[in-house]
């Protein structure tokens, strides 16, 4: 049971409350995009895979690792953090300003050249590796809340 309120919780931390809120939030939306991304690309090489034999098929790929680095490049282009009522403490705590989760998009582009079963393969793998590190991240997380949650009343 937390004696101090919400406000003077936020002081003892050394966070505001929308600073916690803005850490949740984009913690969660980018382990959702990732998921997104890693689910996608799931579709799109077993498409390749299919098509190995189709006359004509060119491989596609999904990038996402991309949009978000230039996302984290052109940070500008994000949340006005101060806008919405953060502190420079805030925006210093989380390392400046913040990319939205929002404007980060897994896409398909399609590939030249043919599809090379063993590679599709490896990605197959590889893709599989990252979503299930990046499923139990969000897992663990949102597991802590709960417990959080659970045992707040006690």
């Known amino acids: 049971m937390n004696i ?3 406000e003077m919780a936020g002081q003892i931390s050394g ?8 850490e949740n939030t984009f913690q969660t939306g980018m382990l959702e995009k990732a998921l997104d991304a890693a689910s996608l690309r799931q579709q799109v090489i077993s ?5 190995v034999n189709t006359d004509g098929f060119k491989p596609s790929t999904v990038a ?13 282009d994000g949340f006005d953090m101060a806008g919405l009522g953060f502190t420079p403490e805030d925006i210093e705590f989380f390392g400046g300003e913040q990319v939205d989760p929002a404007y980060v998009k897994p896409t398909v582009h ?22 299930n590190a990046v499923a139990s991240k969000l897992s663990g997380y949102l ?9 707040s009343g006690r």
Not at 64 to 76: G, V
């Open 143 to 151: 597991g802590s809340i709960s417990y959080v949650i659970d045992n």
């Open 15 to 22: 966070q505001s409350n929308a600073a916690r809120g803005f």
């Open 4 to 6: 101090f309120g919400p």
């Open 47 to 51: 498409n390749n895979i299919a098509n």
């Open 64 to 76: 996402f690792e991309e949009h978000l680095s230039k996302a984290m490049a052109d940070k500008d």
């Open 110 to 131: 399609q590939s030249t050249g043919k599809v090379d079963p063993n590679q599709e393969m490896v990605n197959l793998a590889k893709n599989q590796i990252y979503y």
